[in-house]
């Protein structure tokens, strides 16, 4: 089955600084990847993904970039502010169907020094 | 805007004893899920349902879970006889999109199993 490594476990920026955190994963079948954010006490919540037919997208601060060959994709941050401050878990699935069995990363506690 | 609700968001049992956790979808959402945390570990899927029946389901969702919709609003997940390692934070998620829609993500039900 799909693995999903992400990298990493803790990250500390200053506010107005950039943040990129990392991920990798096993099965080149998968072909949706999404990160999510988690708030203290909240579900994740999906902040921007990608499906495997684009290698970026941007939406305001937020992007984030995949490279099927190496089978790995990341999330930048820029401009950060304290309330980026959260748990962010990245994901990958083969969608299709009914199936959605998100694979996720084991988390990267972010905080947002200001 | 809609959200997915759980109930109830802290249950503490001892070993062995039934337990039901519910969760009431968005109201157009078609596909639901449950995915679970163990304290600090990652994010895992457990079941996903679709037209009243189980689509997919992970080695974790043995035969001690059973999920339903019996009144086609609320979705729940029981566990017959639990176990210590049942322990985590269980989420119940739902898509109107099937494989290729965002998944909104609950609050969680925290389980903590003596």
């Known amino acids: 089955g799909e693995n999903v490594e992400q990298h990493p476990s803790t990250l500390s920026v200053q506010e107005g600084d950039s943040a990129v955190i990392k991920c990798t994963y096993s099965?080149?079948?998968?072909?949706?990847f999404p990160w999510y954010k988690q708030e203290l006490g909240k579900g994740p919540q999906l902040i921007i993904d990608i499906r495997s037919n684009v290698g970026e997208k941007k939406d305001q601060r937020i992007a984030v970039t995949l490279n099927k060959t190496a089978k790995h994709f990341s999330l930048h941050i820029t401009e950060t502010q304290p309330e980026d401050s959260a748990v962010y878990f990245c994901?990958?699935?083969?969608?299709?169907?009914?199936?959605?069995?998100?694979?996720f990363g084991s988390g990267t506690q972010l905080t947002v020094l200001p | 805007e809609p959200e997915v609700t759980q109930t109830p968001s802290h249950q503490v049992t001892q070993m062995g004893q039934e337990v039901i956790l519910r969760c009431v979808p968005i109201s157009n959402h078609l596909y639901f899920y449950w995915y679970r945390q163990i304290l600090g570990q990652k994010v895992e899927f457990l079941v996903s349902f679709y037209n009243n029946e189980i689509s997919e389901k992970s080695e974790i969702f043995d035969d001690q879970f059973s999920v339903e919709r019996p009144d086609g609003s609320n979705f729940t997940l029981k566990i017959r006889s639990t176990k210590l390692e049942d322990s985590a934070m269980y989420f119940c998620a739902g898509t109107s999109g099937g494989g290729h829609g965002e998944l909104f993500f609950g609050e969680g039900s925290r389980l903590t199993v003596l």
């Open positions: 994901a990958a699935s083969l969608a299709s169907g009914s199936a959605r069995q998100l694979t």
């Open positions: 099965d080149s079948a998968s072909n949706y």
